[in-house]
């Protein structure tokens, strides 16, 4: 079993390029940064013990100490909304800053000849981390844009039907519902439980909604509401052997650098990802990954020329802007690979844990008793879960927590249920959970008197 500087010293170029860009950031006088107070620290975390599996690792709050020092936060407010957008390390700001201050001596020339071109290196490194090929990954700003690249970019005709859930994020239903009433389309809803605790029944709905008409199905890898997994690879198996192959797409916001897979592994045909979430990336950066036999078939939504019909660069055709944000998605990927994918979601899981079966447990005999409305099960849910207090608003709760504690949570009303959804990350301390913890206790307690 390595130490953990051995640790260090064997994990890929990427992982270690992570610690040298640690090293290398500016000093406190410039950015508030103070570099070598952050490089004694990243040594003591080098030669601290690191031995166990991931999920004993998971509760190993020392190790945690450097992750939980990274981030440039405000510890005066407790964040539990990071699945909304999350803050980027300290490491990925610098990146950022340099970037800017670079493109901004000489812009025609360092953004167009120097910076846009290193792209190519960052897409190679996200590729090959998630095992696909760098000719099937596009940055984008957002899941939102990756995916309606997709839902706009294929030639539905009036009367084609298309899958996905009352779960599924807003704003792609938002967009079929448009292409309903320009384009004719027919908008398929099909309801999940909640929480759903069966693979094969999720797989059976999809499937009872196909009709000879059906061309694509949507579908969450992680839903942003409830945090529940889906079977991805088995709805795209099915998928396939329907209709000459029914295109899946795949809304991979919540699940991509969350827990541990790869792309080439779901069998989808397009997976659309915002990096800002749980990459840690500069917020507005997403993802973009379309298999590579499907690039062709599919229209990017600002033109391109018929000589990129199969580049995906394509879907990067969108004018001038700054280069800087796709160049720091190297650095956020770097500091992904150094807390390592199976060890951070075991930490997700373990946090979500820890507040959650600290609520359940209270639970009987309160006067506001706590309902959950995601599974406990690992197979169906990691670092995100969603509850609700029977006979209080939800909305009211996340207001009292935030005015009365400056805890920040999310307030999820949906036509099939109301909840508060908590999403801890990897910077958020045990002790903070405790508060969290604590005052819903008291809602549960006495409700929301004065």
């Known amino acids: 079993m390595l130490d953990r500087r051995g640790f260090l010293g064997s994990i890929a170029l990427p992982s270690a390029a992570a610690i040298a860009a640690f090293a290398?950031?500016?000093?406190?006088?410039?950015?508030?940064?103070?570099r070598d107070a952050w490089q004694e620290m990243l040594e003591?975390?080098?030669?601290?013990?690191?031995?166990?599996s991931p999920?004993?690792?998971?509760?190993?709050?020392?190790?945690?100490?450097?992750?939980?020092?990274?981030?440039?936060?405000?510890?005066?407010?407790?964040?539990?909304n990071n699945g909304g957008i999350s803050p980027s390390p300290r490491v990925v700001l610098e990146a950022m800053r340099r970037y800017s201050d670079h493109a901004n001596t000489a812009p025609a020339y360092v953004l167009w000849r120097l910076q846009e071109p290193q792209r190519e290196s960052v897409?190679?490194?996200?590729?090959?981390?998630w095992g696909v090929s760098a000719d099937e990954i596009a940055f984008t700003r957002n899941a939102s844009e990756s995916l309606q690249i997709c839902q706009l970019g294929l030639d539905l005709k009036a009367g084609d039907e298309v899958v996905t859930t009352t779960q599924d994020y807003p704003r792609m239903l938002a967009t079929f519902r448009q292409m309903e009433r320009r384009n004719g389309i027919k908008l398929v809803l099909i309801k999940l439980p909640i929480p759903c605790e069966n693979d094969a029944e999720a797989v059976a709905r999809f499937e009872a909604a196909i009709t000879p008409r059906t061309r694509m199905i949507l579908m969450s890898h992680v839903i942003n509401i409830t945090g529940q997994i889906m079977?991805?690879?088995?709805?795209?198996?099915?998928?396939?052997?329907?209709?000459?192959?029914?295109?899946?797409?795949?809304d991979g916001a919540h699940a991509f650098a969350h827990l541990r897979f790869k792309l080439s592994e779901l069998g989808c045909d397009y997976y659309g990802v915002s990096l800002h979430k749980w990459l840690f990336a500069p917020h507005g950066t997403g993802l973009l990954y379309v298999r590579r036999d499907k690039i062709k078939g599919l229209w990017p939504m600002m033109?391109?020329?018929?000589?990129?019909?199969?580049?995906?660069?394509?879907?990067?055709?969108?004018?001038?802007?700054?280069?800087?944000?796709?160049?720091?998605?190297?650095?956020?990927?770097?500091?992904?690979?150094?807390?390592g994918d199976a060890r951070k979601e075991a930490?997700?899981?373990?946090?979500?844990?820890?507040?959650?079966q600290r609520l359940a447990s209270t639970s009987d005999g309160a006067a506001h008793p706590v309902v959950f409305h995601t599974s406990f099960d690992p197979r169906f849910s990691c670092g995100i879960a969603t509850f609700q207090l029977r006979g209080i608003e939800s909305g009211r709760i996340v207001s009292a927590l935030w005015e009365r504690h400056k805890?920040?949570?999310?307030?999820?009303?949906?036509?099939?249920?109301?909840?508060?959804?908590v999403t801890p990350s990897i910077y958020t301390l045990t002790s903070e959970l405790d508060r969290f913890v604590g005052a819903v206790r008291q809602i549960m307690k006495d409700g929301l008197a004065a």
């Open 24 to 34: 290398r950031s500016t000093g406190a006088s410039e950015t508030g940064f103070d």
């Open 44 to 52: 003591d975390w080098a030669d601290s013990p690191s031995q166990g």
């Open 55 to 80: 999920a004993q690792i998971a509760a190993d709050e020392d190790f945690w100490r450097m992750p939980q020092q990274a981030f440039a936060i405000d510890r005066s407010l407790i964040n539990l």
């Open 123 to 129: 897409r190679e490194a996200i590729a090959n981390h």
């Open 231 to 250: 079977p991805v690879k088995r709805v795209a198996d099915m998928a396939r052997g329907k209709n000459g192959g029914i295109l899946v797409v795949v």
């Open 303 to 339: 033109a391109a020329k018929p000589e990129q019909d199969d580049d995906i660069r394509k879907f990067e055709e969108i004018g001038t802007h700054p280069a800087g944000p796709a160049l720091a998605i190297a650095d956020a990927l770097a500091f992904h690979q150094v807390i």
């Open 347 to 356: 930490r997700m899981r373990y946090l979500r844990d820890y507040w959650a």
């Open 407 to 421: 805890i920040l949570v999310n307030g999820i009303t949906h036509e099939e249920f109301e909840g508060i959804r």
